[in-house]
């Protein structure tokens, strides 16, 4: 019963490099989330997927790529991580989304990453 | 996030007293979570409230939704430090499929 992990749950890393931060569900829902949350800010959808192979930006999608090959699998890479990446991620997923409201969003325990 | 407003974004009571919290939207609900952090912890979920007028409760919270004033309001009764975390408010008002926002957060520090 692992549920939504996410990994690595904690990142230091420098300004330029490249950065994975991976999110994985076993739940077979169709929707996942990526999120990131600072103070002041709340939290802020970064990208989102609906099912496999169909991604869509959120509302900070600039400096992220995602990709979701498999359902269950939703990593989300800092091609080139910026200190204004600095921040605690977090993963989401849910059986349903959209306009009718059926399920609730599960949330991984977040990836705290520090650019350097 | 715009889109929901929350309201106070940092409360501080005595233990044994009441609170309420606001989350107000700008666009239409289509349904509306509440979810409680620790800081530097994962969200937990409390409840969802889909139709207007609907109101749950789960221990001493109780939150309800009014889509009317596409408003929602969690209210505690007698706080204990245990409530003490960050509530947030989260909703599915885009019409794009998928697209979720949440309110930037109320702090809720109860002294003991």
């Known amino acids: 019963d692992a549920g939504i992990t996410q990994s690595p749950r904690y990142k230091i890393t420098e300004t330029g490099r490249q950065v994975t931060l991976m999110c994985h569900q076993t739940?077979?829902?169709?929707?996942m989330f990526w999120y990131r949350q600072d103070l002041g800010h709340g939290l802020r959808l970064i990208y989102y997927?609906?099912?496999?192979?169909?991604?869509d930006k959120g509302e900070v999608p600039d400096g992220y790529v995602v990709s979701r090959s498999k359902t269950e699998n939703f990593p989300l890479t800092l091609e080139s991580a910026t200190r204004s990446q600095t921040s605690v991620y977090f993963c989401?997923?849910?059986?349903?989304?959209?306009?009718?409201?059926?399920?609730?969003?599960?949330f991984g325990e977040g990836s705290r990453l520090t650019v350097l | 996030s715009q889109e929901l407003e929350q309201s106070p974004q940092s409360l501080i009571v005595q233990e044994g007293k009441n609170l309420t919290i606001n989350c107000t939207s700008s666009?239409?609900?289509?349904?509306l979570y509440w979810y409680k952090q620790k800081y530097g912890e994962g969200l937990i979920f409390l409840m969802m409230?889909?139709?207007?007028?609907e109101e749950k409760s789960h221990e001493k919270i109780t939150a309800k939704l009014d889509e009317k004033k596409q408003q929602s309001s969690l209210h505690i009764t007698a706080s204990q430090p245990s409530h003490a975390g960050i509530y947030l408010c989260?909703?599915?008002?885009?019409?794009?499929?998928?697209?979720?926002?949440f309110g930037d957060g109320t702090t809720l520090t109860v002294k003991p």
């Open positions: 989401a997923s849910s059986p349903q989304g959209g306009r009718i409201v059926t399920g609730e969003l599960f």
């Open positions: 739940w077979s829902h169709s929707y």
């Open positions: 997927s609906a099912a496999a192979d169909i991604t």
């Open positions: 666009k239409t609900l289509y349904g």
């Open positions: 409230l889909q139709k207007g007028g």
């Open positions: 989260g909703a599915f008002i885009n019409t794009n499929a998928g697209k979720s926002t």
